[in-house]
């Protein structure tokens, strides 16, 4: 990684002249996967295999691909979030389209991704929920957070299940996934 060069590239394509400032006009809006990794870094790193995309709110300038070290070299705890979470759902979907048999562990879900799931519009309120999508995520939530997982109930894994189901569907749509 040549930090000097993604420097460069960031402040480069900001109003603000000062890396401090420049890192605070960015947002990471999308991820890609290239499973031959032959992405190269605006820093120039190669090999990268999580390709982000990021924006700058205040011009709208783009830059691509950056990997997740050098978002992570922003200071910013919102935007490694954001990368974890991306980070996440690509493994989710890759899942999916493998067919695997996907159920609510940290191998495929944690609780900011069940939270962006949300935000994201995963949950759409519907007659199950009582027309509040919030009931969905803080059920998984929940269920999620429970150490004992044998203490679940046959009730409780039909709609974890059901919500599963939701969230494939969703996951598969996410324009934020390239």
């Known amino acids: 990684m040549n930090f000097a060069a993604l420097q460069d590239a960031v402040v480069g ?3 603000a002249t000062r890396w401090a400032d420049a890192v605070m006009e960015w947002e990471v809006v999308g991820v890609e996967y290239d499973h031959a990794q032959g992405g190269v870094c605006v820093c120039g790193k190669t090999g990268l295999v999580d390709l982000f995309t990021i924006v700058n709110q205040r011009n709208g ?3 691509f691909p950056i990997g997740s070290v050098c978002v ?3 200071g910013r705890s919102d935007l490694d979030q ?10 989710l979907r890759e899942a999916i389209t493998a067919r695997e ?4 562990t ?3 879900f944690s609780r900011a991704l069940i939270r962006d799931l949300y935000d994201q519009g995963a ?3 519907n007659a199950w929920n009582g027309g509040d999508g919030w009931g969905d995520c803080d059920f998984l939530l929940k269920m999620f957070n429970k150490h004992d997982k044998e203490a679940i109930t ?8 059901a919500l599963l189901g939701t969230i494939k569907t969703f996951v598969l749509a996410d324009e934020r996934l390239m």
């Open 61 to 63: 300038a783009l830059l």
């Open 82 to 91: 954001e990368v974890d979470v991306l980070k996440r759902f690509l493994h």
């Open 106 to 108: 940290s191998e495929y």
């Open 72 to 74: 992570n070299k922003f």
């Open 123 to 125: 949950f759409p309120p």
């Open 154 to 161: 046959a009730a409780q894994n039909r709609k974890i299940r």
């Open 13 to 15: 394509e900001s109003v």
């Open 101 to 104: 048999w996907i159920e609510l």
